[in-house]
Each structure stands twice: as structure tokens, then as C-alpha cells.
């Protein structure tokens, strides 16, 4: 009988101890470059949170974006079945590639592209709301609002959405007197992740997927 195979924390290094790192945009998938690890590599980019690979051509620790100031803020983290190969799920500062483009398979010339804005990421979090409905851990706020159901979780929706609008206002007298706004941005801000949050929930309540949202709202576009 085979044994089962057990997940492993880090690579199998290679005979010269070293693996391949796929760089990839954690906004929209895109694969920006290719480079490798080695352990030391491996252990200051989880130490930092900042991506670092083996230099090849300088045998050393090469921290990208170290003379360019285009880092990569590392994720995620995946190995391949064979843990023999590193994905990495980074948001880039800046363009990747040394031509100054958004991928190094991007063709020569080709301009870098606007920075996203990052919402593959609500792709986690409907992953964790829609495993809360599911499993209802006791103790989670989630699982709280799941369970008062349409009214619980729809009064949240508008209690979220008005606090959006009072905060946007109070950033609009901000910016008409020419007053800081580092507040009322942040308070906007954060109103405005309460409301993307308790919608989703809401939509998990009724078995809704977001999915079916994102095509009407495709649908409206090409219209």
C-alpha cells in the first residue's frame, strides 16, 4: 500500500540548492517573472515579507527591486505537488522587469500597464465567508450574521452602506476647506470594507454567488 503523501513546508532544494519561484500578481493572476530560491532566500522572504531570490549571475542573496525600488510584497505562498517548485502570489511595487514593463514575458517596448486594484484578493475572503457558512465555527463573527439570517445580515447591509455615505460626506468638508483629510479618507476607507464585506455575507446567506453578480454587471458593460 503507498504511503499518503504528506504536504511539506518547504522545497526539496535542488542538487545545486536551488528551486524555481514563479512570480504571480495576486490581482489578477498574471505570471510577472521567474527566478530562484535557495534556503537562504526561502527564510528572509518570509522573514520580511518582502520577496528576495538567489542571484545566479552574483551568487548571492538578491533582493528584488533593491536598486529599482520595484519590490514584490510577498502574499502567498505555494509549492507544487512535487514541492519542487515555488508559486508565489506577490502585489508588485512598480513594473517587474529590468525594460520596465509589468511581466518579463511581456514584449520588448511594450509599455508597463496600470497598477490594479487588487480585487482578486475578494476572492479570499468569499473563499472564507462561503467555508463559514458551510462549517458555522462557534465564535465567528460571520458565522453570527449567517445565523440571524436575511434580517441580521441585510440590516448590517444598510447600517454599513449609511455609515459609507456619512463618511463620504465628511471627507467631501474636508476637501472644501482645504482641511487634512488622512481622517475622513480613513474613515471612508474602512466603511467602505465593512460594506464589500457584510454584502458578501449577505449574498453567502442566500446562496447567491458573486460570480452571478460580476456577469450583470459584465452584462451592463458590453451594453
Known amino acids: ?13 535542488g542538487p545545486n540548492g536551488l528551486v524555481p ?13 521567474l527566478a530562484w530560491m535557495d534556503e537562504e532566500a526561502w527564510r528572509v522572504t518570509h522573514q520580511t515579507g518582502i520577496v528576495h531570490f538567489h542571484s545566479r549571475s552574483r551568487d548571492r542573496l538578491w533582493r528584488k527591486g533593491e536598486t ?12 507544487d ?3 519542487d517548485a515555488i508559486l508565489l502570489g506577490v502585489e508588485a511595487v512598480g513594473p517587474t522587469c529590468h525594460r520596465h514593463t ?3 514575458f511581456d514584449p520588448d517596448g511594450a509599455p508597463a500597464e496600470p497598477t490594479t486594484q487588487g480585487f482578486g484578493w475578494l476572492e479570499s475572503l468569499w473563499t472564507t465567508i462561503a467555508s463559514r457558512a458551510v462549517e458555522r465555527p462557534a465564535g465567528s463573527y460571520t458565522t453570527t450574521l449567517l445565523d440571524g439570517g436575511v434580517d441580521v445580515a441585510g440590516r448590517k447591509v444598510t447600517e454599513e452602506a449609511t455609515e459609507v455615505l456619512i463618511a463620504a460626506k465628511d ?13 475622513t479618507h480613513e474613515a471612508l476607507t474602512g466603511e467602505a470594507a465593512d460594506l464589500l464585506y457584510h454584502a458578501l455575507v449577505l449574498l453567502a446567506e442566500r446562496s447567491v454567488a458573486p460570480s452571478d453578480v460580476i456577469d450583470v454587471l459584465r452584462g451592463r458593460h458590453r451594453g
Open 21 to 33: 519561484a514563479i512570480v504571480q500578481d495576486v490581482a489578477d493572476g498574471r505570471v510577472l517573472m
Open 81 to 83: 505537488c512535487d514541492a
Open 1 to 13: 500500500m503507498t504511503a499518503p503523501i504528506t504536504p511539506r513546508s518547504e522545497p526539496f532544494w
Open 68 to 79: 529599482s525600488g520595484h519590490e514584490l510584497l510577498l502574499r502567498d505562498v505555494r509549492l
Open 171 to 183: 471627507d467631501a468638508a474636508a476637501e472644501s476647506t482645504a482641511a487634512d483629510r488622512t481622517a
Open 102 to 104: 509589468r511581466s518579463c
